[in-house]
């Protein structure tokens, strides 16, 4: 494996505050409930999430804390819990400056009560964005329950991680498919939620709007990108809403990650690994494999592994983080 000759701050980490027990449901299988079984052992281990920085792996990780992962079996979290997960991260984060940087957890589809939450959880606690899922139910990020989160991340400056959920209906369908299966229906509806957004007018809404989605949805970027009669993200278009949308390195296959600089440019891709639920080894090194094998400059890899997370959420230079 190559060294990487820059540091790597991981955009795409999970973690659930030790207080809040974990939901989530893995799958059938003596292999799926293993492997849940270790994801559940890391998802709360302080220690876990911040060995790779201490080792020297990464420079830095971007913590979020999933709603799925801890919601009732309506699929449904509490408002008040919603706000605790936000002070336990934002405590975290404050223990740890430098290392671990968190985005606000909310409940998108909760209108303006969630729209409040962010505002709080930005201003008061300092976290620096939110994460969101993809859809809720029938609904899309475009609807209108989802509007009033949108726009206070655009007033405020900060992004929107715009995450795969497990889709209604399609996720059964695929489940003898195993964890491809489970890959795809994700990935499908991360793409849709992001041509929702395009197509629902939210970017023309929200000039400020910020929106990482992962390489999940890469085939509805693709179609996004290139449809000659509704192109909407391509750099040469002259929308130009290619500035609103990033995409997350989720897998470093570098043809995928070629494929994400292709169509948004480099200036518009993190580095993110989606710890821990994917734990495989050393994340530097697989970037740093991919980046050389995908063909990306030295400026290139530079803002891909971190200068792109440090000016979406307004770090201080790497010099300066300690």
């Known amino acids: 494996m ?22 989530a449901h893995w799958g059938d299988s003596p292999e799926q409930q293993q492997r849940g079984t270790a994801i559940n052992r890391l998802l709360p281990s302080v220690d876990a999430l911040l060995a790779s920085v201490d080792d020297g792996d990464l420079a830095g990780r971007v913590i979020n804390t999933p709603p799925a992962l801890i919601a009732n079996a309506n699929g449904d979290v509490a408002p008040d819990t919603v706000r ?13 400056p430098g290392s671990l940087h968190g985005l606000a957890t909310v409940d998108a589809y909760d209108g303006e009560r969630a729209a409040t939450e962010l505002i709080r959880a930005v201003k008061e606690r300092g976290l620096r964005g939110v994460f969101v899922e993809s859809a809720k139910r029938d609904l899309l990020i475009d609807c209108a329950q989802a509007r009033p989160t949108l726009a206070a991340a655009a007033e405020l400056g900060v992004p929107v991680f715009l995450h795969p959920v497990n889709p209604e209906g399609l996720t059964e369908k695929l489940a003898p498919y195993g964890r491809l299966g489970t890959f795809l229906a994700r990935g499908t509806i991360n793409a849709a939620a992001l041509i929702a957004l395009l197509e629902g007018g939210v970017f023309e809404e929200n000039r400020g709007l910020h929106v990482i989605v992962t390489t999940l ?10 449809f000659a009669d509704g192109a909407r993200l391509r750099r040469d278009t002259p929308t130009d809403r290619r500035r609103h949308v990033y995409i997350d390195t989720m897998g470093f296959h570098p043809a995928l990650i070629r494929a994400s600089i292709d169509l948004v440019g480099a200036d518009h891709v993190l580095a993110g690994s989606d710890w821990p639920i994917v734990s495989d080894g050393p994340i530097a090194s ?28 307004q770090l201080v230079p790497a010099a300066k983080a300690a």
Not at 84 to 96: M, P, S
Not at 290 to 310: K, S, Y
Request: aromatic content about 4%.
């Open 2 to 23: 190559l060294a990487a000759t820059y540091d790597v701050i991981d955009f795409h980490s999970h973690h659930i505050p030790a207080p809040f027990p974990i939901t």
């Open 286 to 313: 697989r970037l740093a494999d991919a980046l050389h094998v995908a063909g990306v400059t030295p400026a290139e890899q530079q803002l891909i592994a971190g200068g792109n997370v440090r000016r979406l959420l």
């Open 217 to 226: 949805a890469i085939g509805g970027l693709m179609l996004a990108g290139g």
């Open 84 to 96: 605790r997960v936000n002070d336990a991260l934002a405590e975290l984060v404050a223990r740890h």
